[in-house]
């Protein structure tokens, strides 16, 4: 009986080990944020994604408000480990206003916004001097945005340039960091 309970200890030793340990991993950051989330009264956690690059956190989605939106950030600024926040978050607010794209969007417009992305993905990975692979497309209403990191501001410059001279793109919001090791 005596055993059991140490191994069970044990078990639980190592269990808060790796958790103390993943906590400053990008996976960790992320898995505290999301978890902050699913706690919050505010914040629905299913309308929000979250990713983590060198400590920059990305918030992408739609929630009901401008109060769950500000609720989200500060949430993600005040998890240990973060060192940046990048807000792509649009707030619904009454029907029919605010600047989240309409949720009754035909599978046309939806369809374009995929297409933009996969254009500008493709344009970014051909391209020799920008590392497409670090970067994260996506497309909303025509609007795309950049996210990931980047090692000039060269590589910045000529990825938004892909972007913005991509057929459909409307405007090129890029969230790119310089990441220079």
Do not use: W
């Amino acid at each position: 009986m005596r055993i059991r309970n140490i191994g069970s200890l044990v078990v639980v030793m190592v269990g808060l080990a790796l958790l103390i340990s993943c906590g400053s991993t990008e996976l960790g950051i992320t898995a505290k944020v999301k978890a902050k989330f699913a706690a919050d009264d505010v914040v629905k956690a299913s309308q929000i994604e979250v990713a983590t690059t060198n400590g920059v956190v990305t918030l992408k989605g739609n929630v009901d408000s401008e109060a769950a939106k500000n609720r989200a950030l500060k949430l993600a600024r005040e998890t240990t480990g973060v060192t940046r926040v990048v807000d792509m978050i649009s707030a619904r607010q009454a029907a029919g206003t605010g600047n989240a794209p309409d949720p009754n969007r035909t599978v046309g417009e939806t369809l374009d916004d995929a297409g933009i992305t996969m254009h500008v993905k493709g344009r970014l990975l051909d391209d020799p001097l920008v590392k497409g692979l670090q970067i994260d497309v996506d497309t909303r209403d025509g609007v795309v945005y950049l996210t990931g990191s980047v090692g000039s501001d060269a590589q910045r410059n000529r990825a938004i340039q892909l972007a913005r001279d991509a057929k459909s793109v409307k405007d090129v919001q890029a969230n790119l960091t310089l990441d220079k090791s």
